[in-house]
Every structure is written in structure tokens, then in C-alpha cells.
């Protein structure tokens, strides 16, 4: 088991393509840290970076104390789990898994306890003699991470390894993979574009747009306060709602104005131009004390909760509101929103967050 | 009844009810295929039928009588010592030759697929032995390997390898290797270029993946390369064997046999034969031999090759 840092390390394609732009991160050992972003953020780029098969432009990468920039996959001692799984079609799950051990020379007798085991602990002890084609995208997953788990790497890479599962499946793996990593307690670099994923197996995320870091939190941190818009935009679901404003310091607070709404709320922030986030499920229809009127659009019931989507009543701007169940508007009533002050989020006009202890709070609403 | 009912009654008649159904279901099918069917049928199996046929009858070129002998030159053809010298003879031809074309197609193909300079200038220039008419090429590998004025001559006088010209086609030891280079240089392109489109389509991350599990590259040439492309080497050999076996353009062209007759395979014989000497019916007894011969090697072939998996 080892650390894995990544200091300045840029990716640059073609001399003019730069697809990871300056990362520094350390992983510590044992770690399970998910790089999460959109596609084309440089994600699966850093990975593969760090697996040996990218070669690095710029900066350093590390697995435990060894630079690890000139050194090749072969002898990084790490293991990989591919999106395609790419197991080897024309070996038997067995063969699959074994692989690496036969060609490190480890004789038969080791070899085959290890892959017993690793097999036993995913349960797909009774397919080891078939082969890929002949199992199930979920099988073949297990497969692709028991010859991971059975070469006892340094570190993990696994890269959108879910991604071809259905939901149900995938939820499942999700959990597999968190009790596996957790009992061998390998350092992990797990890269995904869904968000869900990250928040509920990372001890960190680590979020990337156009291949530059945006934060690297605990998932609670990364939703609560989110460094910069960006991030407060890609995690959560539904997105946050975003209005532009324009903040007056009054002597009883704050107004806050758009084309779609006028209040003030008892804070203090200077004057300027912000943008106003609030998270769907921190909107409350609330007609006594709400600021934002809206009109319903469209209501979906996703059975735990409804999703409302609704247009303010002026300007016409896109809502998002998560609220309970049993709260079920028709199409087209006129409903009031409102939120605590300690949920709403502000960021300056470069997307920085203004963060909550400058805000000073006296009063919530 | 369901389609699964429909198929598994056994009896006699409702088999042959069964078979009209499927005609009938299915005749816009049979009269779509029908034209190709009759087509091939003409081209390539008359021919066939009319060989065998020829085989039985000795069959004077110059004359319209032919008389019935039945397997009279099958026995005349496996009692003859030349039968088995050209067995020997078309056996090393096509051995070396299919062995060539595939040891370098496949050296060409793996080093295209790479990610070197003039990648797309390599892949054209590569393909033009095989556009260039054969015979073309066989009388410019005669050139190549002629004793006075030849390339490979020169070339070998220069470098010190041998001190005096040296007449690889006039050489009844050497000449078939001499035949056998023209070969491989008109047959490997064909090799190369299917082989690089079968290589294309093994998926890269199978690389990465085996690389990671400490895969060098000759690991990964023997365990991703070789068994992923394995279809792909059998159907090009297979077919590289059949025309290596029936090929006469070059042989011909370059040595016409000789010297002695030690570059005659079976089609060159069969031509000398057949056409040469106006024996039809000795010709066509040879071509069902050579007919057979091929039929049994591709059952054979198939067979062992398709059997069983891989292993490591």
C-alpha cells in the first residue's frame, strides 16, 4: 500500500490540447479518493497518467516514495479496472485472473489459493472456468476486479467501472467496491462522471472541469460548500438553482434584486454582483415567508419526493424545487419559495464562493 | 403452433410439410439467391463435374475420340515416381511460401499498426507488389536473380558474400528458393494488409490492461495478439495456401519448370500435360488429385484449427 501525489502534473496533447492543467493532489495510503467531472474534463487522462499509460508533459507523479513519471506500467505494481473490463476474450475467467501472477513467475501453487480467494470474496467461484463471453455485464465486472484484487497491487485505478452496469447493478457494486477497498485496504483512484458515485463511496472528491482541480473535499464539504459555482453546479441532483443578483447593503440587511424577484434578508454582505445558489431540496413553498414567486411547469413524482419545476412568476427564469411527497401542486398554481439563509449560496462574478463566515449572519429569515 | 412446435415434430411426413412451409416462407429468399446459385453452379461446378468427367476418358487434344479407360490414369498416376517428386516439390513451394508471406505480413502488419512516421505512405507503398501484374514481377525477379546482369548479383559480389555470379534459376538445388522469394514479395501484401485490419480490431485497452499486469511486449504479442488475430491467420493462410498451390504465373514465367523440372509443381505439370503434350485426359486425372488433395486440407485445417480454446 502507498501514497500517490501528483505535483503540477500537466497533460498537453499535440502541443496545443491541454487536458490536465497543473494537479496536485496526494492520495494518502489506503485512501479512496473519486475524481469526478464531465466528460472531456481530463479525468480518465489523470488516471492514466498515473497508470503509466499516458506519459506526463508536466509536474511529477509519485506511488509511494518513487517517481514514478519514467517508470512503465509493467513495474508500477498497480492494477486497473478498465470501463470495457477488457478481459481477455479467448482466456477463462481463471486465466483472466491469473495472468499477472504467471507472468511475475509466481509459482502454480500460490497462484491458485489467491485466485480462489479473490473469487470467493466476489462471489464468482463457480465461473472460473468460463469465459467472458459467456457471462453477464455484472459477472464480467467481478471478473475485471478480481484480477485486480488477486495481484495484491500497490494502488487501484479504476476507471468509470460502473458505468456499463444497469442502475440496480450498479448500486449494488457501488457498495461491493467501498466493502472490498475498505477490507484490503488498498489506496484507491476511482474516476466517474456520476456524481452519485462519488458522494457515496469516496473518502474524497476530487472535482476536475477543463482539466483543472476545482476542490478536493470529503463529499459532505464538496455539497455544503462547494468551492466555486462550478462545483456547486455538478454536485447535487437535481442542480442548483442559480439567479444573477445584485446586492444592496441596506441599514436592515441586504436586497437582493433580479428580474425575477426583490427582497432583503437580514445579512450582511457589501454591495455588488453575485449569483444566488439555493439547492432544489433547500426550496420551501412557503406563501407567508417565501421570496421567489413561481408558477408550476411540470411536477414528477419520483415516489420519495416531487420534483417541481416552476417559472418565476416574473422573468420567466427555470426553478427547481425538491419537496416532500404528499406536497403535490397542479400545473400552473402560483406557489411562493423561500429558504433558510444559512442554505443559500453566493459566489463573486469570477464563480469564487463568498464564503458563509464572511456573510456574518444576524437573523435567518 | 408455435414456431418451436413447428420444428420439433419428427415424423417423416410432417418433416416434408415442414420443408414446403419453409420454401414457401421463405421463396422471395431462394428466387433472390437463385441467379448467383445457377451462376456459380455453371462457372464452378461443370467445370469440376467436366474434369472428373475427362479423367476417365483418354482424351487426345488433337483429336475428337475419346476412349473410356475408367481409373486407368489414376493407377498410371500413383505408380509414377514423378507423382511423388512433384508432391515433394509442391509441398516445399507452398510450405515456404505460405510461411513467408505470413511471417512477414505479419511483421509488416504489426509495425504499420504502430505509431510510426510515413505510417500512411508504408500502407500504399506496401500494397503495390500486389497490384502489379504477376507475371510482371516474375520476369523482374528473373532480372533481379540473373547470373550477369542481376541485382541480388551485384549486391552479393560487393558485399564479399560470394566471389563469382552466381545462376540461382539455372541451379537445380537453389532455383525453387529463387522462385519461392518472387513469391512471397507478390503474396505479402495481401497478408500484411489483412492482418493489419484484423490487428485494428482488437481492442486497444486489451493492451493497456495486459501491460499493467506486467505484460512486455512480447508477452502481449503472444498472449493478446496471436490469439486475438488467430481467426483472421487461419482464414489468410487458408487461402494464401490454396493460391500458393494453384499458382503457375510465376513459376512459369521465371523458370517454366526447370532446371529439370526441380520448380514443377502440380498445376505446372498438369499444364505440361494436359496442354503441352495434349494428353486431356492425364491432365484432368492430375487436376482431381490436386482438387482433392486441397478439399482434404481444408477439411482437415478447419478442423484442427477451430477446435478446442486457448491456452497460455
Known sequence: MSKVSLSNVSKVYDDTILAVEEVDLTVEDGEFVVVVGPSGCGKSTTLRMVAGLETVSAGEISIGDTVVNDVRPQDRNIAMVFQSYALYPHMTVRENMSFGLRLAGEPAAEIEPRVEDAAEMLEISELLDDLPKQLSGGQQQRVALGRAIVRDPEVFLMDEPLSNLDAKLRTQMRTEIQRIQENLGVTTVYVTHDQTEAMTMA??????????????????????????????????????????????????????????????????????????????????????????????????????????????????????????????????????????????????????????????????? | ?????????????????????????????????????????????????????????????????????????????????????????????????????????????????????????????????WGIPYAISAVVFRWIEHPQFGYLNAVLLKLGVIEQGIGILGNP????????????????????????????????????????????????????????????????????TIWTFVSFDVIWTMTGGGPISTTATLVIHIYQVGLQNGNLGLGAAYSVIGFLFLLLFAIVYLRVYTRGGDEL
Open chain 1, 203 to 365: 473518502d474524497r472528491i476530487v472535482i476536475l472541469n477543463d482539466g483543472k482541480l476545482q476542490q478536493v473535499d470529503p463529499p459532505e464539504r464538496c455539497y455544503d460548500e462547494p468551492n466555486n459555482k462550478f462545483v456547486a453546479g455538478f454536485i447535487g441532483s437535481p442542480s442548483m438553482n442559480f439567479f444573477e443578483v445584485t446586492v444592496t447593503e441596506t441599514n436592515s440587511g441586504a436586497t437582493f434584486e433580479s428580474p425575477s424577484f426583490e427582497f432583503t434578508l437580514d445579512v450582511d454582505i457589501p454591495s455588488g454582483e453575485y449569483t444566488l445558489g439555493v439547492r432544489p431540496e433547500d426550496l420551501t413553498p412557503d406563501r407567508e415567508s417565501g421570496y421567489i414567486d413561481t408558477v408550476v411547469d411540470v411536477v414528477e413524482p419520483v415516489g420519495s419526493d416531487n420534483f417541481l419545476y416552476l417559472k418565476t412568476a416574473r422573468g420567466s427564469s427555470d426553478v427547481v424545487a425538491r419537496v416532500e411527497s404528499e406536497y403535490r401542486p397542479e400545473v400552473r398554481d402560483e406557489i411562493t419559495l423561500g429558504f433558510e439563509t444559512d442554505d443559500m449560496h453566493l459566489f463573486d462574478t469570477d464563480g469564487a464562493r463568498v464564503p458563509v463566515n464572511e456573510l456574518q449572519i444576524t437573523d435567518s429569515a
Open chain 2, 1 to 129: 403452433m408455435s414456431l418451436a412446435e413447428e420444428y420439433s415434430t419428427t415424423d417423416g411426413e410432417s418433416r416434408l410439410s415442414q420443408s414446403v412451409t419453409h420454401l414457401k416462407r421463405n421463396r422471395r429468399a431462394y428466387l433472390l439467391i437463385a441467379p448467383a446459385a445457377v451462376f456459380l453452379l455453371a462457372v464452378v461446378g461443370y467445370p469440376i463435374l467436366e474434369t472428373f468427367r475427362l479423367s476417365l476418358y483418354r482424351s487426345p487434344a488433337d483429336s475428337t475420340i475419346e476412349t473410356f479407360v475408367g481409373l486407368q490414369h489414376y493407377a498410371e498416376i500413383v505408380n509414377s515416381d514423378i507423382f511423388y517428386r512433384l508432391l515433394w516439390q509442391t509441398g516445399r513451394w507452398v510450405l515456404a511460401g505460405v510461411a513467408g508471406k505470413t511471417l512477414l505480413g505479419l511483421l509488416i502488419a504489426v509495425h504499420l499498426k504502430g505509431d510510426i512516421k510515413g505510417r500512411k505512405f508504408f500502407r500504399t507503398a506496401f500494397l503495390i507488389p
Open chain 2, 173 to 240: 538445388d537453389i532455383a525453387w528458393l529463387g522462385v519461392v522469394v518472387a513469391d512471397i514479395w507478390i503474396g505479402t501484401p495481401f497478408m500484411a494488409i489483412i492482418f493489419l485490419a484484423g490487428l485494428q480490431s482488437i481492442p486497444q485497452d486489451l493492451y493497456e490492461a495486459a501491460a499493467i499486469d506486467g505484460a512486455e511486449r512480447w508477452h502481449q504479442f503472444r498472449y493478446i495478439t496471436l490469439p486475438q488475430l488467430k481467426s483472421v491467420i487461419l482464414m489468410a493462410t487458408l487461402l494464401s
